[in-house]
């Protein structure tokens, strides 16, 4: 399916010169790539767009055609189809809604469009989404214009979605987090291609290290875990799963016309194929922003420094409700090592209280202590950066987090602009910054989960 991010040919059908229609912002997107990609808008009513000649029809442009990008009323887009695929084009991405999710003469089009399918081999996404995106050949379908939604660098992280909004969201929420992707997919409605198609595709995918996605039903549920199994093996599978309630199913099926099966039936089997769950995009973001940026933990002990312990034992209480995770306990001979590199008001422990006169440096020289310790498999560095010693020597706090520590380290800090400013820096540099206690240890749980299930599974 190599040709939906990566295209020779794209014919836009709905195609428009008139600002704020789907089919301009769809060509404004595509645009970007004309030196790449042969772009033919199609539209009867128009002889250019974007000076490029228009055409009536997909089967009167001249030239193979490998994918469409369809914005049109729902009623129209079968026969489009049905003339693409004679045409011999391989995809057809449809951008409208006015399907399923509406009901009975919604689903008898997408009932067409699945035999029309089915007969040409015309493979198709949507209907009711918002396409694709490749960040290497930059190819998108989107209809959100580039200053409105910044579209992430390269990187590893593929997405699929059920829903274009969250699909908005991540992409925005991964650019804002400095996380690059490998390619996204909004598949709306699933017609055609689904989530076990693309898993298959992204499990071969070199640019592709980790697998994420939102949905709401599954095609075939047993496939998709047996395969899941076999994908978490090699990639992380991150899955944000909607309708697991009867009022959420309620909505989904408004929302693309799914149908949400019984979620504790399905949530068992994502815990057997080592899929990890999240609760909503943010635990996803935190997630997908360690394991893109850290290598994996090879267990569940955690040590804190710090140089402000109240937020410490918040997390220290959200650690101890944790049915993966544990406060380190350094031995007696690494806490005296310590002890001599820092004042004596300084307070060796799990949180190792450095307190406010902390600088950057007395962070790297106890880490150096105990950077090979078998007592800590994760650091944790809390930050209060407005005190002064922090403050005025943040260069020393970026050469700390330029050093490799042998086990992923993560920063937690929030606050106001100053803070903001760091943090982003931070993560321009691949050091995940989280900023609440909550929020570490329910991402911390569920990728040292997943670090047993891949150790324990083969």
Known sequence: MDFLFNPRSVAVVGASNKEGKIGYEIMNSLIASRDRIKIYPVNPNEREIFSLKSY????SIPE??????????????????EEGAVKGVKGAIIISGGFGELGDEGKLLEKRISEISNRYGIRVVGPNCIGVFSSR????????????????????????????????????????HHIGVSKFISFGNKVDINEIDMLEYFMSDNDTKIISGYLESFRDGRKFFEMSREVSHEKPVIILKAGKTREGQIAAKSHT???????????????????????????????????????????GKILMITNGAGPCVVTA?????????KLANLDDDEKEEIKK???????VSNPLDLTGSATPEWY????????????VDIFVLYFVIPNAPIYRNIHKLYELFSKNWNRPVIA???????????????????????????????????????????SNSH
Not at 341 to 347: K, S, T, V
């Open 56 to 59: 009536p029809n997909v089967s």
């Open 64 to 81: 193979s055609i490998d994918l469409m990008v369809i914005s049109l009323q729902a009623q129209n887009i079968p026969d489009v189809i």
């Open 137 to 176: 050949s930059k190819f998108d379908t989107f209809f959100q214009a580039r200053d409105a939604m910044k579209r992430p660098g390269d990187g590893p992280v593929a997405f699929m979605t059920q829903s274009g909004t969250y699909g908005v969201t991540l992409l925005e929420l991964m650019e804002k």
């Open 257 to 299: 016309g799914a149908l949400a099966e019984n979620y504790s039936v399905y949530e068992g089997a994502m815990k057997q194929s080592g899929v990890i769950t999240v609760d909503d995009i943010e635990d996803m973001v935190d997630i997908i922003k360690i394991l893109a940026k850290q290598p994996l933990p090879s267990g």
């Open 317 to 325: 209480d959200e650690i101890g409700r944790s049915r993966k995770l």
């Open 341 to 347: 590199i820092l004042p004596d008001f300084a307070i």
């Open 364 to 375: 790297m020289d106890v880490m150096e202590k105990i950077k090979n310790s078998k007592n």
């Open 412 to 454: 937690v800090m929030s606050g106001g602009s100053f803070t903001e400013d760091v943090s982003d820096n931070l993560e321009k540099m691949n050091i995940p910054v989280i900023t609440t206690a909550r929020r570490l240890v329910n991402a911390l749980e569920k990728i040292v989960e997943y670090s047993e299930w891949k």
